[in-house]
């Protein structure tokens, strides 16, 4: 019996021929849980739409919401298509400040605009006060021409063409200019 109960204890010397055979029961497992990535709010608002849309289309709910107009970049401003367009019909510079007033007012688009009689109108009416204000010579130094009634354009004129209500103020208006020429006489003394 002693030797049964030998065999029995475990001991460096007889521990080979053991097997240990262990139930997954009786030894927890130690899982390690990846954590999954914390979503932002938009991330979890794009994920559960997606799933929202995808059980509408399993369950045939699919409701088509109308897609938004791209809006041009400013309501006024033209586009390069429509600038390119405009400089086809002989319309540039300034007269496209004008055909944008006329689009806002009439609401019309711009090709029916273009061809309205009461725009060509106004286009050829803007044309001609462009030119007439070219034509006119701007004021300068050389053009500027006095008014008869002013008394610089009389002190350039002889005293005897001066009209009578003038003559005062050309006389007084000569003194001052012969003061501030000259100080002192054109004749000196010296002795």
């Given at each position: 019996?002693?030797?049964?109960?030998?065999?029995?204890?475990?001991?460096?010397?007889?521990?080979d021929?053991?097997?240990?055979?262990?139930?997954?029961?009786e030894?927890?497992?130690?899982?390690?849980?990846?954590?999954?990535?914390?979503?932002?709010?938009?991330?979890?608002?794009?994920?559960?739409?997606?799933?929202?849309?995808?059980?509408?289309?399993?369950?045939?709910?699919?409701?088509?919401?109308?897609?938004?107009?791209?809006?041009?970049?400013?309501?006024?401003?033209?586009?390069?298509?429509?600038?390119?367009?405009?400089?086809?019909?002989?319309?540039?510079?300034?007269?496209?400040?004008?055909?944008?007033?006329?689009?806002?007012?009439?609401?019309?688009?711009?090709?029916?605009?273009?061809?309205?009689?009461?725009?060509?109108?106004?286009?050829?009416?803007?044309r001609e006060?462009?030119?007439?204000?070219?034509?006119?010579?701007?004021?300068?130094?050389?053009?500027?021409?006095?008014?008869?009634?002013?008394?610089?354009?009389w002190?350039?004129?002889?005293?005897?063409?001066?009209?009578k209500?003038?003559?005062?103020?050309?006389?007084?208006?000569?003194?001052?200019?012969?003061?501030?020429?000259?100080?002192?006489?054109?004749?000196?003394?010296v002795?």
């Amino acid at each position: 019996m002693e030797n049964e109960k030998k065999d029995d204890i475990i001991t460096p010397e007889n521990n080979d021929d053991i097997e240990l055979d262990l139930d997954d029961e009786e030894q927890p497992k130690e899982e390690v849980k990846a954590e999954k990535p914390k979503l932002s709010d938009e991330e979890k608002l794009a994920k559960f739409e997606g799933i929202t849309n995808r059980l509408r289309k399993k369950l045939g709910k699919t409701e088509e919401t109308p897609k938004e107009k791209e809006a041009p970049s400013k309501s006024g401003d033209l586009d390069y298509g429509q600038k390119a367009f405009l400089i086809a019909n002989g319309i540039k510079g300034d007269e496209i400040s004008l055909v944008k007033e006329e689009m806002a007012k009439s609401g019309y688009p711009l090709d029916n605009l273009i061809e309205n009689p009461y725009f060509q109108q106004k286009l050829k009416e803007h044309r001609e006060a462009k030119t007439t204000s070219e034509a006119i010579p701007r004021e300068s130094k050389r053009a500027a021409t006095s008014a008869r009634d002013s008394v610089e354009y009389w002190l350039e004129k002889p005293f005897s063409e001066v009209p009578k209500e003038m003559r005062e103020k050309v006389l007084n208006a000569q003194i001052e200019k012969d003061k501030r020429e000259s100080m002192f006489s054109d004749n000196p003394i010296v002795g």
